[in-house]
C-alpha cells in the first residue's frame, strides 16, 4: 500500500472490511491517518497490545478525546477506560462492586418490561426507524434504570452519548458540530453533577448511590472520577448496545433465514449475538500509547507512538476465524475481541448480552420479518464507534 490510509476517509468509512484485510496481508502493524496512528490490524498482535498495559498505556487516548477546539476538559477522560495501573486497579476495583452480579439480576425482570413494552409500541406491517423506536430506547432505559435518572431526559442521551464519541472524529473546520459537542459534554456535567448531589441527599437502590458508598481500603472515587465514571456509562453502554441490536435487525434483513431459525430455535439467540458482535463490533478500535520503544508484528514503534487497535480488523482475520469476512452463527467461536481484552476488558459485556437477548428475544416473539424502509440508512460519524445511527425497516408480523 503506498499512501497511508486514512480511516476517516469516506471510502473506508463506507466499508473498512477489504482496507483492513489488505492491511493483514502486507503490513499489519503500520502507519495510517488521522495522526500517523500505528494501525494493529490482526489478532494475535492486537491481544499482545491489550495484555501489556505497562508497554501500551490508555492514559494516551484523552488527548484524542479532549481536542484543542474543544476549550474545555472531556469528563470522560477522567474514568477507569483512560487509566493504567496501579490507578486504574483501585478504581475499577470500586466501580466493579456497584456493578456486580446482583446489580444484574435486579435489572433483568426492567429490562424485559422495558423490551416488551417497545415491541408492543412497533407498528404492525408498518414503516419504522429500527434505531429510534427499539435500539437506542432499550439501552437509554436500562441505562437511565441503572443510574436512576430521570426518564424525560431520554431523547437528550443520544445526542450526548454520539457527540461524546464523536469528539475524535470532528473536522477542524466544522464549527457548528464542534459547538454542539462542547454543548452536550457541558450538559452531561452538569446533569452527573445534579444527580450526584441529589443522591448525597437522599440515597437511593441504585447504582449512583452505591458509587457513593463504595469503598475500598479506606478510599473513595473523587468528584471527577464519579462523574466521569457516569459519563462513561452513559455513553459506553447507550451508543454500543444500540449499535448491536441495529446491526442485528440489519443481519435480520439481509439474511432472512437467520430470523426464521432464531424463532424456531431462541436458544441459539446468544450465539447469535456473538456473531454479530465479531462481525460488526459496535467499538471499531481502541487506542494506546507506547511507554517505550517497542517490536511489534515486524514494525519498530517509537516511545510515545499512538497504537490503534483495529478490533473490526483482528474479528475478521483469517488466522482466528476462517471465514472471517462471512457473518455464520456457526462458526466455531473462537472469542472476538468485541469486548476488548485484559484489565480494561468491558465492565458491561455481561448487561450488554442481557439487553441483548431479551430485546431479540421479545422482538422475535412478535415479528416473522425485517425488510429495508424506504429511507436510506445512516451511520455514525465517529472513528471508534461504527454503526447505524437510523435504520428504516418494515417489519411483519409472524404466525
Ligand atoms: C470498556 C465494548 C457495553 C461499560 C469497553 C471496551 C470495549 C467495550 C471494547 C474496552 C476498551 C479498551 O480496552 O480501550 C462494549 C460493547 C458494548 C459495551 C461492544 C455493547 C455491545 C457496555 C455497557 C456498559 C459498558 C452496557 C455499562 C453500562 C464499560 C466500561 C468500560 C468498558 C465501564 C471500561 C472498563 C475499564 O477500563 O476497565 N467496552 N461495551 N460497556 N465498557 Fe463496554
Redesign the pocket.
Known sequence: MSARLNLLSPEVRANPYPFFAELRRTAPVSQVEPAGMWAVSRYAEALTV?KNPQLFF?AG?AALMTPPWLGRGNPSVN???F?DPPQ?GRL?AL?SRA?NASALNRLEPRIRDFATSLVKALPADGGVDFVSAFALPL?AS??GE?LGLDPSLHSRFKRWSNDLVSVSAVPPEDVAMQTRVRQSLDEMEHHMKEVLEDRRRQPREDMVSDLLRAQVEGERLTEEELVG?LV??LS???E??M??LAQAARVFIEEPGVLARLRAEPSRIPAFIEEV?RYE???HL???QTTQEVELGGARLPKGALVA?L?GSVNHDEAQFPQGDRFDMDQPGTQN?????????????Q??RL??RLGLEALLARFGSVERGEAPEEWSPSMMVRGLSSLPVRLREGD
Request: glycine share 10%; with cysteine.
Open positions: 491489550l490508555s487516548m474514568s477507569i477506560l487509566m486504574h475499577r466501580v456493578f439501552p436500562v441505562i441503572l465514571f462513561l456509562l459506553g453502554g447507550l454500543t448496545t449499535h448491536l458482535l463490533p459496535p467499538i481502541t487506542i494506546r487497535v478490533l475481541l468485541s469486548f476488548g481484552h485484559g484489565i480494561h476488558f468491558c465492565l458491561g459485556a448487561l450488554a439487553e441483548a
